[in-house]
């Protein structure tokens, strides 16, 4: 990962403009006079897509942990109701809110991919990211990826390895559903040993001017941990306030 910036957001800067700005290394072309495409093509791409996603999930799970260096903060904050304070990305173009006083942290990945982490500063087993990737012109819609019911079941699936020997990472659906242009999807994941993590998923797509950008919102906290468990009801708030800007 490139460069990482993290800042706090306590109640000392509410009202105070703190600044950030993603970079954008390639500019593409969209074209609106695409040919028809093959069934199994689409297929094809759907599962390419998909492999996006799981890359998705994969980087929001270890995003608290990566993202901790200190640095200038860089986004701007205001209060919106007491314990929690509103983020906005002017640079990518969405807003989230995240329980006052968490870490934020943000950095660059390889490719179309941009990563922002919220989390309490005693506990990096409870955090809110937000993963940004690039992917085709073509798809303009989450119903791309099917319905939401498809999607949560192919995203859950394709991260499920309990069935390999030795046994890997176990993956639960618990819920999903859409609503107002978005995917929300709910999940548990446990490694062989380990506690199993809680997690709380949004999925949206804008397009940016240059390509089409995928949104993963991803809250996490672990079930059989106290310390963890108690984040519950930021994380899932914070997970629904998401919406582009």
């Known amino acids: 990962m490139a460069a990482v910036t993290t800042a706090s957001l306590c109640s000392g800067s509410l009202g105070k403009p703190i600044r950030g700005h993603a970079k954008l290394s390639l500019r593409s072309t969209v074209c609106h006079c695409l040919p028809a495409r093959k069934p199994e093509e689409v297929l094809k791409?759907?599962?390419?897509?998909?492999?996006?996603?799981?890359?998705?999930?994969?980087?929001s799970s270890s995003a608290a942990a990566t993202l901790l260096a200190p640095a200038s903060a860089f986004a701007e904050a205001a209060e919106v109701q007491e314990g929690f304070t509103a983020y906005e990305?002017?640079?990518?173009?969405?807003?989230?809110?995240?329980?006052?006083?968490?870490?934020?942290?943000?950095?660059?990945g390889s490719g179309f991919k941009n990563v922002t982490a919220f989390?309490?500063?005693?506990?990096?087993?409870?955090?809110?990211?937000?993963v940004i990737t690039g992917i085709g012109p073509?798809?303009?819609?989450?119903?791309?990826?099917?319905?939401?019911?498809?999607?949560?079941?192919?995203?859950?699936?394709?991260l499920d390895r309990s069935w390999v020997r030795p046994a890997g990472v176990t993956a639960k659906l618990l819920d999903s559903k859409a609503s107002n242009?978005?995917?929300?999807?709910?999940?548990?994941?446990?490694?062989?040993g380990d506690k199993r993590r809680h997690i709380v998923s949004a999925i949206g797509m804008a397009f940016n001017?240059?390509?089409n950008r995928?949104?993963?919102?991803?809250?996490?906290?672990?079930?059989?941990?106290?310390?963890?468990?108690?984040?519950?009801?930021?994380?899932?708030?914070?997970?629904?306030?998401?919406?582009?800007?």
């Open 138 to 158: 073509d798809f303009t819609s989450l119903k791309s990826f099917g319905t939401v019911d498809e999607f949560a079941e192919n995203l859950v699936t394709g």
């Open 45 to 59: 791409r759907r599962d390419a897509l998909l492999g996006v996603l799981l890359s998705s999930a994969a980087a």
């Open 214 to 245: 995928l949104y993963t919102i991803t809250g996490q906290y672990i079930d059989d941990d106290e310390e963890s468990a108690k984040y519950k009801p930021e994380i899932e708030k914070s997970v629904k306030s998401f919406k582009f800007t």
């Open 209 to 211: 001017g240059w390509y």
């Open 89 to 108: 990305d002017e640079a990518n173009k969405f807003s989230i809110v995240v329980p006052q006083g968490w870490q934020v942290g943000a950095g660059e």
């Open 181 to 192: 242009g978005m995917y929300y999807i709910e999940y548990t994941l446990q490694n062989p």
């Open 119 to 130: 989390f309490p500063d005693q506990n990096a087993n409870s955090s809110v990211s937000v």
